[in-house]
């Protein structure tokens, strides 16, 4: 992940956490829809928009692969990237980091991506508008 990094950074809330003191592996994937909602808003247009032009992106598809824990506090960076946008489909890939204390560099917790695909608000898969693809184009890395 070099080009188009968006980043955003979260302070990890006890809620956040389980029995054991580190994140809860389900809270990864609301720390990526931080990431993605945050790019979405700054770059393309925010998902209220989205939802008033009468479609939705839910998630259809995600993976995540845990490198190390994060705990209570830790301040967290979500890189987030546009992997791969269609007409119909977005992939977002996403990195979490800690920011570690003493000029360390910050440690990789967290790898994964999501897929979304646009849907009417009756279930019905959509095309993206163009103007709405041709944004989330603009900030796609290229491999």
């Not at 994937?29 to 939802?51: A, K, N, Q, W």
């Not at 269609?86 to 560099?105: A, P, V, W």
Request: aromatic letters at 10%.
């Amino acid at each position: 992940m070099s080009e188009n990094i968006f980043t955003t950074k979260v302070r990890v809330l006890y809620g956040d956490t389980d029995a054991g003191g580190v994140v809860y592996n389900a809270n990864y994937l609301r720390y990526f829809e931080m990431g993605r909602t945050e790019l979405m808003r700054d770059h393309v247009c925010s998902y209220r928009e989205i939802e008033e032009r009468g479609f939705v992106l839910p998630v259809t598809e995600c993976w995540a692969r845990y490198k190390a824990p994060a705990f209570y506090d830790d301040l967290l960076i979500i890189e987030t990237i546009v992997a791969e946008v269609t007409r119909i489909k977005c992939k977002f890939s996403y990195r979490i980091l800690r920011n570690e204390q003493d000029g360390k560099r910050p440690r990789l917790l967290v790898k994964g991506f999501t897929v979304h695909a646009a849907i009417t608000r009756e279930g019905k898969l959509t095309r993206l508008p163009d103007e709405i693809i041709r944004r989330i184009e603009a900030l796609q890395t290229k491999t």
